[in-house]
Nanobody, 125 residues
Framework: QVQLVESGGGLVQPGGSLRLSCAAS????????WGWFRQAPGKERDFVAT???????NYAGSVQGRFTISRDNAKNTVYLEMSSLKPEDAAVYYC???????????????????WGQGTQVTVSS
């Protein structure tokens, strides 16, 4: 059984930065891909970023150039560095892990096998 636990969310002013972390515990993941999604109140869960087992990345257009996804395989952890935050970035952010076809990029939530509980990001002055 794999558990994913996000941390690093909070309140930040527009233009500010945050770093989200997501650590896997329980069964050890190896050669997995990672993803970040977000869900704002009343909206669907949207793709944010993904990183394959080889380190290839892909971003949603709305965060391209502002967010960076990275991974630390030794720590079984994925990160999301967020900068130049905007009020529309406010949401619950979810990390997820992909075991199947982890060499490929996917922005589809159904491609991911394990999900965290989410961490709240609020962008407000």
């Amino acid at each position: 059984q794999v558990q994913l636990v996000e941390s690093g969310g909070g309140l930040v002013q527009p233009g500010g930065s945050l770093r989200l972390s997501c650590a896997a515990s329980g069964s050890v993941l190896s050669n997995n891909g990672w993803g970040w999604f977000r869900q704002a109140p009343g909206k669907e869960r949207d793709f944010v970023a993904t990183i394959t087992r080889a380190g290839n990345t892909n971003y949603a257009g709305s965060v391209q150039g502002r967010f960076t996804i990275s991974r630390d395989n030794a720590k079984n952890t994925v990160y999301l560095e967020m900068s130049s935050l905007k009020p529309e970035d406010a949401a619950v952010y979810y990390c997820c892990a992909r075991v199947r076809n982890s060499a490929y990029i996917s922005a589809a939530a159904t491609s991911y096998d394990y999900w965290g509980q989410g961490t709240q990001v609020t962008v407000s002055s």
